[in-house]
Nanobody, 115 residues
Framework: QVRLVESGGGVVQAGGSLRLSCAGSGIIVSDKTMGWYRQAPGKQREMVATVSRGGSTNYGDSVKGRFTISRDNGKNTVYLQMNSLKPEDTAIYYC?????????WGRGTQVTVSS
């Protein structure tokens, strides 16, 4: 059974930092395209960052230069380092695994950035 469990969310002031973690079980994150997505109230879910099997990364325009996605294969975990946080980054952040077109999602972790 595939499980993705996010952690690390919380409340932070604007300009602060958080690091989100996505721990995988029943799946090997190193051989999947892994991604972070977010959904703010009343908005559609959007891509934040992805990392491919080969290590190529891709970022949403609104987070480029501020967020960094990384992977620890030994811990089977994907991270999202978020710096210079803004109130508009407030959302539920979800981890996603793409297993050859079959998608798995975590339950999400709330990030709230206060102004």
């Amino acid at each position: 059974q595939v499980r993705l469990v996010e952690s690390g969310g919380g409340v932070v002031q604007a300009g602060g930092s958080l690091r989100l973690s996505c721990a995988g079980s029943g799946i090997i994150v190193s051989d999947k395209t892994m991604g972070w997505y977010r959904q703010a109230p009343g908005k559609q879910r959007e891509m934040v960052a992805t990392v491919s099997r080969g290590g190529s990364t891709n970022y949403g325009d609104s987070v480029k230069g501020r967020f960094t996605i990384s992977r620890d294969n030994g811990k089977n975990t994907v991270y999202l380092q978020m710096n210079s946080l803004k109130p508009e980054d407030t959302a539920i952040y979800y981890c996603k695994a793409d297993q050859y077109g079959v998608y798995y999602w975590g339950r999400g972790t709330q990030v709230t950035v206060s102004s």
